[in-house]
C-alpha cells in the first residue's frame, strides 16, 4: 500500500504561479512512477506531468515550458511547478504514484481567475 498526501493549490490570477506537493508514505520502494493528473468539471482525468525513477519527464503538450515536476527521492515526493497559469489551467489535480497499482491522492482546487 502507499498513501499520498497532497498540499497547495488554491486561487490564482491569470498569469500567476502556484506549487503543489505530494508526500508518499507505505510501500514507497514499489513505485515506478509518479505524477500529477487533473480533472476539470465535465472532463475525463488527463495527465499532466510525470516522471519516473530514473528522473525521465513527461508532459502534457498544454503544459510544456509553463509546469515543471520535481521528485525528491530522500523525502520521497513529488512537486508541479505551475507558472504562466491560464484559466483553462482551473482543475481539481490529483498525484499518482504506480506500484503494482495505481495510487491517487486526495485532490487539489487549482483554479485560476481574475
Known amino acids: 500500500q502507499v498513501q499520498l498526501v497532497e498540499s497547495g493549490g488554491g486561487l490564482v490570477q491569470p498569469g500567476g504561479s502556484l506549487r503543489l506537493s505530494c508526500a508518499a508514505s507505505?510501500?514507497?520502494?514499489?513505485?515506478?512512477?509518479m505524477g500529477w493528473y487533473r480533472q476539470a468539471p465535465g472532463k475525463e482525468r488527463e495527465l499532466v506531468a510525470a516522471?519516473?525513477?530514473?528522473?525521465?519527464?513527461n508532459y502534457a503538450d498544454a503544459v510544456k515550458g509553463r509546469f515543471a515536476i520535481f521528485r525528491d527521492y530522500a523525502k520521497h515526493t513529488v512537486s508541479l511547478q505551475m507558472n504562466s497559469l491560464k484559466p483553462d489551467d482551473t482543475a481539481v489535480y490529483y498525484c499518482?504514484?504506480?506500484?503494482?497499482?495505481?495510487?491517487w491522492g486526495q485532490g487539489s482546487q487549482v483554479t485560476v481567475s481574475s
Open positions: 499518482q504514484a504506480r506500484a503494482r497499482y495505481d495510487y
Open positions: 507505505g510501500n514507497i520502494f514499489s513505485i515506478s512512477v
Open positions: 516522471i519516473t525513477n530514473g528522473g525521465t519527464t
